[in-house]
Every structure is written in C-alpha cells, then in structure tokens.
C-alpha cells in the first residue's frame, strides 16, 4: 500500500511562471517531510524539507507547504527555470521507524522556454 | 569527492546467478540504506543499518543479504537472481535526522 502519493506525473510550466507540485499523505504518524529532484542516470538529491511542527519553509525560489489537516504538502518553485525540468519526488518519513523514506511515485516537470 | 558511491553502476548478469553491490560514504553518517527503483520507477526502501547494525528489514525475499562491515560501508549481496529482481538500487546515509544522501544507483539487468 502507497502512502505516498503524487497524482499528476507529469506537469509542464513556462520559464518564469510559477511551479506547483503536490502530495497527499495517508499515515498521520509521518513528520518529517522531504522533495528530492532527480535528474536521469542520477540519484535522488535533496532539494528542501519541512518537519510536522512548521507549515512552510522557504529556501531561495523554494518553498514547502504542509497541511497536516489534510495531509497534503506542496513544493512551490517560483520563478520556474529550464535547469528545474527533472522528476521531483515527495517523501515522508517518522521516527518509529527509523527515518527511512517512503516515496512518491514523482511528478516529472518540464519547464519550456 | 562523492559522498555516497555505489559500485557498480551497471550490472548485467543471468538468472540464478550471485552477484554483490558495493556502497561505500565518505560523509562520517551513522546510517545507511538501500532502496530499489522497480520498472514503474517507484522508489522503496529494503534495508537500513545505523552503526552496523540491522534497524529496518522490509518484506524482502531472504535471498537478499546486506552486510556492513563498517559504518561507512553497506553492500548489498543477492542470491539466486530472478528476473524481478531488475531493478535500479540506490545506496543513502544519513546522520539522525538530516536528509539522506543517495548514490546515483545501481543498474541491474537479469537476462
């Protein structure tokens, strides 16, 4: 069962315009929230982080945002840049078992001139 | 200097065969794991070790056997391969509760 899930696959956004991908949560006892960007042949990178105490967090043209109400958090790029296009995956974690990451399915974005 | 190297990166091999993936990070963490990517790209943990011992064993068949020799090293050895065993498998650490750093993944091709 996926506890993670990303809904759209894919998304595309113009260069300079707003980027919004999104995450839906079904286990209330995650509270470490993370987005890693991945590009081909490559592994996941950490790109930003949010734990379950805060409702955003903001770094550079990044932000996260976390509902935990609706158990949904997003990942806000703005302004949106070529260099973003690459699959970016949500993934949550909780301490009982230690802090291993369970994943979304990743939304892949390409950003167009 | 990578922080997190896997080796190697491609691995093609037939079934039934044993094969063995080497992790090694240079960044001081005390926990390390292995995920697999299957063909729908979903992304799952295996394993973690913090300090060389077994922390987290998901359902796994027992034909995969981690060791970690050292807190800086976890391989992962695979008996028996199947054909569902093609997959891409990433190697991470991680110290508390930082954010895990992976490798750039293990191809394995079972003909």
């Known amino acids: 069962d996926q506890q993670v899930k990303q809904n759209s696959p894919s998304l595309s956004v113009q260069e300079g315009r707003i980027s919004i991908l999104n995450c839906d949560y079904t286990?209330?006892?995650?509270?470490?929230f993370l987005w890693y960007k991945k590009y081909p042949a490559e592994g996941p990178t950490f790109l930003i982080s949010?734990?379950?105490?805060?409702d955003k967090n903001e770094d550079g043209r990044f932000t996260v945002f976390l509902n935990k109400s609706a158990k949904h958090l997003s990942l806000h790029i703005v302004p949106s840049q070529p260099g973003d296009s690459a699959v970016y995956f949500c993934a949550a974690s909780e301490e009982n078992s230690g802090y291993a990451l369970n994943f979304g399915k990743g939304t892949s974005l390409l950003v167009t001139p | 200097d990578t922080a997190v190297s896997q080796t190697p990166k491609y691995l093609v091999t037939q079934m039934g065969n044993d094969k063995s993936i080497k992790c090694e990070q240079n960044?001081?963490?005390?926990?390390m794991y292995w995920y697999k990517q299957d063909s729908k790209k979903f992304l799952k943990i295996m394993f973690s070790?913090?300090?060389?011992?077994?922390?987290i064993n998901e359902t796994v068949p027992n034909r995969f056997s981690p060791k970690s020799p050292d807190k800086a090293h976890l391989n992962l050895h695979i008996n028996s391969l199947e054909l569902g065993d093609s997959a891409v498998y990433f190697c991470?650490?991680?110290?508390?509760?930082?954010?895990?750093?992976f490798g750039d993944g293990t191809r394995l091709s079972i003909l």
């Open positions: 960044l001081g963490h005390d926990t």
């Open positions: 991470a650490s991680s110290q508390g509760l930082t954010p895990q750093h």
């Open positions: 070790y913090n300090n060389k011992e077994l922390i």
């Open positions: 286990n209330s006892m995650f509270d470490y």
């Open positions: 949010i734990s379950s105490i805060k």
